[in-house]
Nanobody, 115 residues
């Protein structure tokens, strides 16, 4: 059974950084396009980083340039490094693994940016 488990969320002050992790079981991330999404209360889920194919350590930058997705194929873990956090970044963050015919989500981890 496929399972994605996010961790690393929490409360951070504006301007701070967090690194989220997404560990997979029953799935090999190197065969999937990996991405991070977020959903704030009352808003639609949106893409924040990726998609990027696994098998390499550095997947590249997000369009916002504050969020960087990377991965460790040996650990079957994908990370989201978030820098310069703002209150509007407050949301539940989800890891996603996608390929043709398959789409998997984690349960999400809460990130709250507040002073």
């Amino acid at each position: 059974q496929v399972q994605l488990v996010e961790s690393g969320g929490g409360l951070v002050q504006p301007g701070g950084s967090l690194r989220l992790s997404c560990r997979g079981s029953g799935i090999i991330f190197g065969f999937y396009d990996m991405a991070w999404y977020r959903q704030a209360p009352g808003k639609q889920r949106e893409l924040v980083a990726g998609p990027a194919r696994g098998g390499v350590t550095d997947y590249g930058d997000s369009p916002q340039r504050r969020f960087i997705i990377s991965g460790d194929s040996a650990e079957n873990t994908v990370y989201l490094q978030m820098n310069g956090l703002k209150p509007e970044d407050t949301a539940v963050y989800y890891c996603n693994a996608h390929r043709s015919g398959s789409d998997y989500w984690g349960q999400g981890t809460q990130v709250t940016v507040s002073s």
